[in-house]
Structure formats: C-alpha cells, structure tokens
C-alpha cells in the first residue's frame, strides 16, 4: 500500500524485532568481563513501507495528525523544477495530493517509527541487565530522512531540513552531563570520533574532524561546514553547503538555492534568488567549490 497500511504480519516476525532478538543474542556473548564489541543494530523501520505491527498503529490516530505548516505554502516560482514538480505531482504515491491520504501516511510513519524505537529499547534493556551499560558507547542515527508532506514533498532526495537533517544521539562513558549541539555535524565525522572516543589511532587522513569534544561537552562551538551531494558526477547532479545559518544547494542544471535557518527554519524563502543576497550565495559557492568543484561546471 502505498499511504500505509497495518502490517498482517505478527510481531515478533517483523524484521526490527529479528534484528533486536540477534543484538540481544550478540550482547550475552560480551558480558562486562568479555572483550570489546563493536555492534550494528540496523533497522528498516521508519522507512517506508509503512506497514506497521497493529499494536504500534493503534497509537496514532490519522484525523489527530496535523499537516506540516509549509503544506501548500510554497512558492512553486522561486525553487528547482525538480522540486517543483514532485510537488505538483509526485509519481510514486501520487495519492498524498489528498490532506486525508497524507494524514494516514504521517501516522503510519509515526507509528514505525514508535515500533522500531520500543525494538531499540530492547537492545538498550540488554546493555544495562548485561552490565555493560557503562562502558558501551551507544550512537543512533540514520542514513537519511523523511519529508513527511513537508512543502508537500514526500521521502527523501531534497536538501532540506526533513531529508537531509538526520538524528544523531550519542551517550559514552564519562559523560554526565546532556546537551544539544546547535551547530550541524557531519556524518562523514563519525569515525574520527569514536576513535577518539576509544583510544584507537587512524593510520590514515580522513575527510572528517573528530567532535569527541562536543560529545562531551555539547556547549563546545563548532563551526566546521557540512558538504552533502546527491547523484555525484551525474549532469543532473546537486550539491548542498551548509555553514552556520546558511544552506546553500548547487544544482548544475537548474536554480540555485538559499535558505537562513535561523530567519526561516522552514525553509520558504529562497534567498538565492534576490540581489541583496548575490555576494552571500558567491562566497559560500565559493567554499563549496573548495571543498568540491562540479566536473560539469
């Protein structure tokens, strides 16, 4: 189905409770005198299909959901034909067009989401009655986003907030105190830190800087650009800076794109397309282009 729908499949046969079922299995074997482990949990859900186990689905009623505030709001003139059409009609659930429709497929996403997390939760039960809790750094994130019927655009492949602004939460040994970091950190930054996290050396450079110290104290500033790009080399290609307030989206054959986060956290206002932003749109095209220059341009 493509809005949705309550998965006829049991429970425990749903492959979020395998993959919890085999961490646990996993974990007994490295209890808090064992060596060291390093464990994927990797799960499907949220991700669409959005089939999940009854139990889940009677959480989220759809008529309680509310659409997104940019549903229907945004000026299809000032953003990329890409983005424009898939708007206007977006090919694979075409459906969504219908505020009815994208409220059951918000709840149903919702609804996968709360299944995969209780699944999580059962590997996080584990760490602790294994005793290994205090010693295992724990890192949840995901590989990329999702819309959700924001601007009324659905899935992933846009650089906006909903796609590309994925969670990252990590807690490791020795850290008290929560926090939120308020600048954007890279993915590609990942491995660096949990080898500084672990006292493991890197024998060779990588793309990415350690932010071992933000996990630690999250009030340490950061201010390192993040640098994504989708169909890489592609002449449909798009590239996208974001540095600080400011995100930036290269496309290479068609409107650019710019958007302050602090002003228009919903992403609204291309700025890219008014004079008065000329010189900020060429100094962060500028960085991008440093940091990776379009064969095609």
């Not at 990252?168 to 660096?192: E, F, K, T, W, Y």
């Not at 104290?217 to 600080?244: C, H, I, Q, W």
């Not at 650019?256 to 900020?280: F, H, I, W």
Request: proline fraction near 9%.
């Amino acid at each position: 189905m493509a809005t949705g729908g309550i998965s006829k499949l049991p429970e425990q046969d749903h492959f979020e409770s395998f993959v919890a079922r085999e961490s646990v299995r996993f974990l007994r074997r490295f209890r808090s005198d064992g060596p060291p482990f390093f464990l994927i949990c990797s799960f499907l859900k949220p991700h669409d299909p959005f089939m999940p186990a009854e139990r889940f689905a009677r959480m989220f009623r759809p008529e309680k959901m509310r659409l997104p505030e940019s549903w229907g709001k945004m000026d299809l003139s000032r953003v990329p034909s890409e983005v424009r059409d898939s708007i206007r009609n977006n090919a694979p659930t075409p459906e969504l067009r219908n505020p009815d429709e994208a409220q059951k497929r918000i709840a149903y996403y919702y609804a996968n989401l709360a299944q995969m997390d209780d699944c999580a939760g059962t590997v996080l039960r584990a760490l602790h009655e294994l005793g290994l809790e205090e010693n295992t750094i724990v890192v949840y994130t995901s590989d990329h986003g999702e819309m959700l019927g924001e601007h009324g655009l659905w899935q992933k492949f846009e650089f906006y907030e909903g796609s590309c602004g994925v969670p990252l939460l990590i807690r490791a040994p020795g850290v008290s105190r929560p926090g939120v970091c308020d600048g954007p950190l890279s993915q590609v930054s990942l491995l660096p830190t949990l080898a500084e996290l672990c006292g493991v050396r890197i024998a060779g450079p990588l793309d990415g800087r350690s932010f071992a110290r933000q996990v630690r104290d999250p009030s340490t500033p950061r201010t390192d650009p993040v640098f994504a790009e989708y169909n890489l080399g592609n002449p449909r290609a798009k590239y996208m800076l974001r540095d600080g307030k400011w995100k930036y989206t290269f496309w290479t054959h068609d409107i650019a794109e710019l958007y302050d986060l602090t002003a228009d956290p919903d992403e609204m206002r291309n700025l890219a397309l008014e004079p008065a932003y000329a010189g900020t749109v060429s100094q962060i095209k500028t960085k991008l282009f440093a940091w990776y220059r379009p064969p095609e341009v």
